[in-house]
């Protein structure tokens, strides 16, 4: 039973922090864009290099 008033308001410490870490990181834009970091994966890194030689000659 003793453990209970120690245990209880760490739990509830940590669940603070978990939310507000979750609140920030949705406001920062973590989560907007899900989609293409999926894609990027299938991706040709010949496109990727075209593009940036294709910029770098601009």
Same mark, same amino acid.
């Given at each position: 039973? &003793? %453990? $209970?008033? /120690? $245990? #209880?308001?760490?739990? $509830?410490?940590?669940?603070? #922090?978990? #939310? *507000? @870490? @979750? +609140?920030?990181? +949705?406001? %920062?834009?973590?989560? !907007? =864009? /899900?989609?293409? &970091?999926? %894609? *990027? #994966?299938?991706? =040709? !890194? !010949?496109?990727?290099? *075209?593009?940036? &030689? =294709?910029?770098?000659?601009?």
């Amino acid at each position: 039973m &003793e %453990s $209970l008033y /120690l $245990l #209880i308001p760490v739990a $509830l410490v940590f669940c603070v #922090i978990v #939310i *507000r @870490l @979750l +609140i920030w990181a +949705i406001d %920062s834009g973590q989560y !907007e =864009d /899900l989609d293409k &970091e999926a %894609s *990027r #994966i299938l991706m =040709d !890194e !010949e496109q990727n290099h *075209r593009k940036k &030689e =294709d910029a770098d000659d601009r």
